[in-house]
């Protein structure tokens, strides 16, 4: 744990030299450009940003898995069915 920082420019520039495993971002307290330009500058570093008022983690990760199309397939509709309930896609 490196500690608070504001997310500012001068954070990326710390980040190359802290090198963290993670970064965790209060949602609402940081524009989400800043998410995306530490994800464009660091790409394998992955970027949490946690809601502080509805219990919500999103991970962005540039990272590659691999994937069959079916899994794919699969992911597609179980997001559909949990957003918009038992409509169908």
Same mark, same amino acid.
């Given at each position: 744990?490196?500690?608070?920082?504001?997310?500012?420019?001068?954070?990326?520039? &710390?980040?190359?030299?802290?090198? /963290?495993? @993670? $970064?965790? @971002?209060?949602?609402?307290?940081? /524009?989400?450009?800043?998410? @995306?330009?530490?994800?464009?500058?660091?790409?394998?570093? /992955? $970027?949490?940003?946690?809601?502080?008022?509805?219990?919500? @983690?999103?991970?962005?990760?540039?990272?590659?898995?691999?994937?069959?199309?079916?899994?794919?397939?699969?992911?597609? &509709?179980?997001?559909?069915?949990?957003?918009?309930?038992?409509?169908?896609?």
């Amino acid at each position: 744990l490196i500690g608070p920082w504001p997310l500012d420019r001068q954070a990326l520039a &710390r980040l190359a030299e802290e090198a /963290p495993d @993670v $970064v965790l @971002v209060a949602e609402g307290e940081t /524009p989400d450009a800043l998410s @995306v330009q530490i994800l464009e500058h660091y790409p394998d570093l /992955p $970027v949490v940003r946690i809601g502080l008022s509805q219990n919500v @983690v999103r991970l962005y990760s540039s990272r590659t898995i691999p994937a069959h199309s079916t899994a794919l397939i699969e992911t597609i &509709r179980s997001l559909s069915i949990q957003h918009f309930g038992d409509a169908p896609a």
